[in-house]
């Protein structure tokens, strides 16, 4: 989470038609909610918030 905004905004460079700060600035507002749910996921369930992170991803993944 300490890094994420920089990384959205360097990856925002590789979308097409370059850099966009309004998306930037959208997608990093977006880590709040995100960040929100991994955290009541973990707290429900008493699992670790980077267990429940991992879960995430792997269900975002696998849906592609």
Request: proline content about 0%; overall charge positive.
């Given at each position: 989470?300490?890094?994420?905004?920089?990384?959205?905004?360097?990856?925002?460079?590789?979308?097409?038609?370059?850099?966009?700060?309004?998306?930037?600035?959208?997608?990093?507002?977006?880590?709040?909610?995100?960040?929100?749910s991994l955290y009541n996921k973990s707290t429900e369930s008493g699992q670790n918030i980077h267990a429940i992170?991992?879960?995430?991803?792997?269900?975002?993944?696998?849906?592609?």
């Amino acid at each position: 989470l300490a890094n994420a905004g920089g990384l959205i905004n360097v990856a925002d460079e590789l979308n097409n038609g370059g850099y966009n700060n309004k998306r930037v600035i959208a997608n990093i507002h977006r880590l709040k909610k995100v960040f929100n749910s991994l955290y009541n996921k973990s707290t429900e369930s008493g699992q670790n918030i980077h267990a429940i992170a991992e879960q995430e991803m792997a269900k975002k993944v696998n849906r592609q």
